[in-house]
C-alpha cells in the first residue's frame, strides 16, 4: 500500500517553543492531507484539513495561531505547534489520500505518528 | 454529523478463538467503511477498506462485512494469535466530509498465548 513518512516520531520540547512535525506522501501525490490529535486511550480527533497551496481548514475548537499548517508541495505537509505548553502534549497523526485515485474510492493512509511531550 | 460506537471497548481471548469485533455509524449516507489497526505508540494501518456497493471484504484472516441500513459493521478475525493484539479501530466516510474520516473510539484487544 501506499505510504506515509510522519516525522520525528518522538519529540520532547521547553513549554514556550515550537515544534513542526512532518509529513510526507512518499510514492503519491496527495492534494489534501489530514492532521489528527489522539489522547491516551481515545479516539482520533480531526484538527485541520490541509489543501496544497492555500489556507488549511481547522475544525471548531481548534486555534489556528497554535497549530500552523502549511501545504507548501503535493507530497508534504507540516504542522508547527506554536509556544507549545504542557497541555499540547499528544500523539499527532497525519493522514492523506491519493490525489489521482480520488477521496472516494480509495482507502486513507496515515503516517507513524508523533508524540509530543512539552516539559 | 457522522457518530461511529465501537462495542466492546476492550476484549480478552485465548489464542486460536475468533475475534469479533463491532462498529456502529449513524449517517446512513455512509459511503465507505475503513478498518484500521493501531499498535500501542504507534500510528494506523489499514485493513480493510469497504465501500458502501460491498456488503463484504476479505483479506487473509480478516473479513468485514458492512450493513448500511443497519448501520453497523463488523470484523470478523479467524483463529486470532497473540500478534493480533493491538487497538482496531473502524472510521466512516460520507460523501460530504470531502476525504474526512469519523472515528470509533476502537477495541483493545489482547489474545493470550
Known amino acids: 500500500g501506499a505510504v506515509v513518512s510522519q516525522h520525528p516520531s518522538r519529540v520532547i520540547c521547553k513549554s514556550g517553543t515550537s515544534v513542526k512535525i512532518e509529513c510526507r506522501s512518499l510514492d503519491f501525490q496527495a492534494t489534501t492531507m489530514f492532521w489528527y490529535r489522539q489522547f491516551p486511550k481515545k479516539s482520533l480527533m480531526l484538527m485541520a484539513t490541509?489543501?496544497?497551496?492555500?489556507?488549511?481548514?481547522?475544525e471548531q475548537g481548534v486555534e489556528k495561531d497554535k497549530f500552523l499548517i502549511n501545504h507548501a508541495s503535493l507530497t508534504l505537509s507540516t504542522l508547527t505547534v506554536t509556544s507549545a505548553h504542557p497541555e499540547d502534549s499528544s500523539f499527532y497523526i497525519c493522514s492523506a489520500r491519493d490525489r489521482d485515485r480520488g477521496w472516494l474510492n480509495t482507502e486513507a493512509f496515515f503516517g507513524q505518528g508523533t508524540r509530543l511531550t512539552v516539559v | 454529523k457522522q457518530e461511529v460506537t465501537q462495542i466492546p471497548a476492550a476484549l480478552s481471548v485465548p489464542e486460536g478463538e475468533n475475534l469479533v469485533l463491532n462498529c456502529s455509524f449513524t449517517d446512513s449516507a455512509i459511503y465507505n467503511l475503513q478498518w484500521f489497526r493501531q499498535d500501542p505508540g504507534k500510528g494506523l494501518t489499514s485493513l480493510l477498506l469497504i465501500q458502501s456497493s460491498q456488503r463484504e471484504q476479505t483479506s487473509g484472516r480478516l473479513n468485514a462485512s458492512l450493513d448500511k441500513s443497519s448501520g453497523r459493521s463488523t470484523l470478523y478475525i479467524a483463529a486470532s494469535q497473540p500478534g493480533d493484539s493491538a487497538t482496531y479501530l473502524c472510521?466512516?466516510?460520507?460523501?460530504?466530509?470531502?476525504?474526512?474520516?469519523?472515528f470509533g473510539a476502537g477495541t483493545q484487544v489482547v489474545v493470550t498465548p
Open positions: 490541509s489543501n496544497e497551496g492555500s489556507k488549511a481548514t481547522y
Open positions: 472510521a466512516g466516510l460520507t460523501t460530504d466530509s470531502w476525504g474526512k474520516l469519523q
